[in-house]
């Protein structure tokens, strides 16, 4: 199985500057059809997940642009470029270019300093 | 709006069994595969089974083969995983997932696995 692996666990970020998470995989994340199913997830305390990236870098719908995803082969990045109040929660990553199983990174606690 | 509404969570003892359902709304259930994920504060996301459109084709984590069985019924639009065999292990919040790249999430549905 993919192993996905998240740093830092813990992020604390003082309000409107930047955050950086990243997410690292055991083996590349390229697929056949040369897609990366590489996504990105938030979960706010008290809430279910929600995707916010897909494909590495594309934007979900109603998801603010403040939030991007890069990254190829094996190393991939979360940026916020400006953290809000309403960013606090975990973050996950979660391959699904070498399934089953989709895996998913051990998740990222963002915090308000 | 994608609605999908978790039910039939509950205390089991190990050993035992328990059928959780999904009630799916506000898009077209039978084009897309439907996914369950668990959650736990120690384990984290752990992805437990798909299935595909029409139903042919399912995939567990190896953790529950044997024990778990994924199904769906389009013309209720409605997604089940029955849980036999459970273990202290599977205790979670099992969430019913839209889509093989889990592009929405319901509220889930707490499973304890305890005597």
């Known amino acids: 199985d993919v192993v996905l692996t998240q740093s830092p666990l813990s992020l604390p970020v003082t309000l409107g500057q930047p955050a950086s998470i990243s997410c690292r995989s055991s083996?590349?994340?390229?697929?056949?059809?040369?897609?990366?199913?590489l996504n990105w997830f938030q979960q706010r305390p008290g809430q279910s997940p929600r995707r916010l990236i897909y494909?590495?870098?594309d934007r979900d719908s109603g998801v603010p642009d403040r939030f991007s995803g890069s990254g190829s082969g094996t190393d991939f990045t979360l940026k916020i470029s400006r953290v809000e109040a309403e960013d606090v929660g975990v973050y996950y990553c979660m391959q699904n270019t070498h399934w089953p199983p989709c895996t998913f990174g051990q998740g990222t606690k963002l915090e308000i300093k | 709006e994608v609605q999908l509404v978790e039910s039939g969570g509950d205390l089991v003892q190990p050993g035992g069994s328990v059928r959780l359902s999904c009630a799916a709304s506000?898009?077209?259930?039978?084009?897309?595969?439907m996914t369950w994920v668990r959650q736990t504060p120690g384990r984290g996301q752990e992805w437990v089974a798909n299935i595909n459109e029409d139903g042919g084709e399912k995939h567990y984590v190896d953790s529950v083969k044997g024990r778990f069985t994924i199904s769906r019924d389009n013309t209720k639009n409605s997604l089940d995983l029955q849980m036999n065999s459970l273990r202290a292990e599977d205790t979670a919040v099992y969430y019913c997932?839209?889509?093989?790249?889990?592009?929405?999430w319901g509220q889930g549905t707490l499973v304890t696995v305890s005597s």
């Open positions: 083996q590349s994340l390229v697929a056949s059809d040369g897609n990366i199913y």
């Open positions: 494909k590495v870098s």
């Open positions: 997932v839209k889509g093989q790249w889990a592009d929405s």
């Open positions: 506000g898009f077209t259930f039978s084009n897309y595969w």
